[in-house]
């Protein structure tokens, strides 16, 4: 099974759409948000280092600074459709039970892996101007 193809297949998932159901309710309670970013960092401490050489990390922590921009009210360029998808990865990514379970040893975050690098990929112009956005942040200065 390709990795597209395996991105077809979890986006058609219960689990993912289950996600999708979800993400509205996160995005509208800052308490779940928090919880949900906060579970995100726990989980990526038990990312294989051999994931991380993809990119995967960094990936996956500007899709949460994204979320936490956006709910921050710092950043609200992101539209709402593009922000729920995120969310809704997030969510999957998080979860125990998916598509492939995160037990299954060696393949149990592939899945995971692949939805998180499909929302890159779909909203590349909406990550790379928030990667700029939070650039230009960084060089102002902090009165002005």
């Known amino acids: 099974m390709t990795s597209s193809d ?8 219960v689990f993912f759409k289950l996600s ?9 309670n800052r308490a779940r948000i928090i919880h949900l970013l906060g579970h995100l960092g726990t989980k ?12 995967f990390l960094d990936n996956v922590k500007t899709l949460s600074r994204m979320v936490k921009a956006w709910h921050s009210g710092d ?32 393949v149990g975050l592939t899945d995971d892996i692949a939805l998180v690098m499909w ?11 928030f990667r700029t956005w939070e650039k230009e942040q960084t ?6």
Do not use: C
């Not at 395996?6 to 998932?13: D, F, I």
């Not at 990526?44 to 990119?55: C, I, N, R, W, Y």
């Not at 709402?80 to 299954?104: E, G, M, R």
């Open 6 to 13: 395996l991105t077809q297949r979890v986006l058609r998932s």
């Open 20 to 28: 999708q159901q979800r993400a509205a309710s996160y995005i509208k």
């Open 44 to 55: 990526l401490q038990h990312v294989p280092a051999d994931q991380l050489k993809t990119g």
């Open 75 to 106: 950043y609200r360029m992101t539209p709402w459709t593009t922000l729920l998808k995120i969310v809704a990865v997030l969510i999957y990514f998080v979860s125990p039970f998916d598509f492939l379970p995160d037990l299954l040893p060696v």
């Open 119 to 129: 929302a890159v990929h779909s909203f590349s112009q909406e990550v790379e101007k």
């Open 139 to 144: 060089v102002m200065p902090a009165n002005g």
